[in-house]
C-alpha cells in the first residue's frame, strides 16, 4: 500500500522545508518569514527579568505570544519557574520539551479538555484559572479519575471586563468547592490580569490602574482570610505593567509575555523613567514582488501578519502601508523616496505579535545579518 505523508510528515516540522538554512545570510531568508533578532531579544529577556526578579518575586513568563518551546526553555533558563498558557493543548505542546511547570490562565469548559489537563498533570506541575464551580467540578472529577493534583487558581476581575469573579461571595464559593476535591484539587490563589492596563499609554494611567486592581486583590484576600482560606500566591500582570505588579508587594509572580516580541500596539506605550525601554524582536521579512510608479507589494497579507491592532508598519524609512489582502500588501512611497525592485527584501513590524505567530510554522533567529537558530512555532494552532 501507498504511504500519503500527513501534513505533519510533509510540511509542519519539516527542517527541510524552513524557510532558510543555519548560517544563510537574511536576504536569502524564503519569505514571508519571522525573524527573531537575537541580541534584542536576549536584551528584553535580561532586563524585563532582572526588574521582576530584584522585587523578590517570580517570573512567569506567557507562552501564548511565541507558541515557540525554543523560547519558553530560554526563558526557564533566564530565571522564570514555568510558564504560561491560555489552552490545553498550548500545555502540551511545551511539556513535550520538558517544561515542568504551567499554569493555563484562562477558564477550561468540556470533558475532553479536562481530560487532557488531567493527563498532563501526571508529566508536569499543572494550574488551572476557574471563575464558576462548573469549572471546579469538570477539573476536579478529572483530576480524581486520574490521580493527580491540580493547582486552582480563583480568577478575579481587577478591571479587564472579561473573566473572573467581581465579588467575595463568588470567589468564597469557589474556594469552598475546590476544597472539597481536596487533593485532587488545591487553592493555590489568585490570578489577578488586567489586560486593558497593559495598553494605557502612559505610566500615570498604568499606574493608576493597576493601583486600583491592588486595592481590589488586598480587599478579596481579607474576605478569603475571613472565611477561612488562605491566599498564599497572587499571579498577573503582562508586558505593559509588570514593574508595577512587582513592585506592589501584593503580587508573587508576574506573566508578561510579549516582552521578548514586541510589536507595534505596545510600542506605542511611553514608558516608565525608570522601566526598560524594550526593543522590537518580532521582524517581518517580506519580498517586492512588484513595483509601479505610485507603489510597491509585498509577498505577505493577511495570512501573514494579524491587523486587529492594526497595520503593519514598515521599517524603511519613507515607505508606509497603504491596505493588506490576503496574500498582499501594498505599500507607497513619500515623495523623493528611492524606488524599490522587484525581490528587495523588506522588514515589517506587526501591530500584534501574538496573532502574527501563530500564522507561520517557523521562527528564524538571526544575529548580525545571518541565521543562526531556526525555532519551531511547536504550539501553532493550539487553540482548544
Not at 519569505?31 to 534584542?40: R, V
Not at 469548559?109 to 464558576?132: F, P, Q, S, W
Request: aromatic residues 4%; proline residues 4%; negative net charge.
Amino acid at each position: 500500500m501507498t504511504h500519503h505523508p500527513s501534513i505533519s510528515e510533509s510540511r509542519i516540522g519539516s527542517w527541510h522545508d524552513a524557510p532558510a538554512g543555519i548560517g544563510a545570510p537574511v536576504d536569502t531568508i524564503d519569505t514571508p518569514a519571522l525573524l527573531i533578532e537575537l541580541d534584542a531579544f536576549e536584551r528584553n529577556l535580561a532586563e524585563v527579568h532582572a526588574v521582576i526578579q530584584t522585587a523578590g518575586i517570580a517570573v512567569r513568563s506567557h507562552g501564548k505570544a511565541h507558541k515557540c518551546p525554543d523560547i519558553a526553555l530560554r526563558q526557564i533558563h533566564a530565571g522564570a519557574v514555568g510558564i504560561c498558557v491560555q489552552k490545553a493543548s498550548e500545555a502540551e505542546a511545551f511539556i513535550e520539551v520538558g517544561v515542568k511547570n504551567i499554569l493555563i490562565t484562562n477558564q477550561v469548559v468540556g470533558v475532553r479538555k479536562v481530560e487532557r489537563i488531567a493527563r498532563l498533570a501526571a508529566h508536569a506541575h499543572m494550574g488551572v484559572c476557574v471563575d464558576n464551580v462548573v469549572q471546579v467540578h469538570q477539573i476536579g472529577a478529572a483530576a480524581r479519575r486520574h490521580h493527580v493534583a491540580i493547582d486552582v487558581y480563583i480568577e478575579q476581575d481587577v478591571g479587564a471586563g472579561r473573566c473572573g469573579v467581581t465579588t467575595h461571595a463568588a470567589a468564597i464559593e469557589l474556594a469552598q468547592a475546590i476544597q472539597t476535591y481536596s487533593p485532587a484539587l488545591v487553592f493555590a490563589g489568585l490570578q489577578a490580569y488586567h489586560g486593558k492596563a497593559q495598553h494605557l499609554r502612559t505610566s500615570a494611567e498604568r499606574t493608576q490602574a493597576i493601583g486600583s486592581a491592588c486595592d481590589k486583590v488586598r480587599d478579596m484576600i481579607a474576605a478569603l482570610k475571613v472565611a477561612g482560606f488562605e491566599v498564599n500566591a497572587v499571579t498577573g500582570g503582562g508586558t505593559g505593567t509588570y514593574e508595577l505588579e512587582a513592585e506592589s508587594g501584593l503580587y508573587t509572580e508576574v506573566q508578561p509575555g510579549s516582552y521578548v516580541l514586541m510589536d507595534n500596539d505596545y510600542g506605542k506605550n511611553t514608558p516608565a523613567t525608570d522601566t526598560p525601554e524594550l526593543q522590537h524582536v518580532l521582524h517581518v521579512l517580506c519580498t517586492v514582488i512588484s513595483v509601479s510608479s505610485t507603489h510597491s507589494v509585498v509577498d505577505g497579507g493577511l495570512k501573514c501578519f494579524a491587523v486587529d491592532s492594526g497595520l503593519p508598519r514598515v521599517v524603511l524609512p519613507g515607505w508606509t502601508v497603504k491596505g493588506v489582502s490576503d496574500e498582499h500588501t501594498t505599500i507607497v512611497p513619500a515623495p523623493g523616496t528611492p524606488a524599490l525592485k522587484v525581490g528587495d527584501k523588506i522588514r515589517f513590524i506587526s501591530g500584534h505579535c501574538d496573532p502574527t505567530v501563530n500564522l507561520h510554522d517557523w521562527l528564524i533567529a538571526v544575529r548580525n545579518g545571518k541565521v543562526e537558530e531556526l525555532w519551531p512555532v511547536s504550539a501553532r494552532g493550539a487553540v482548544f
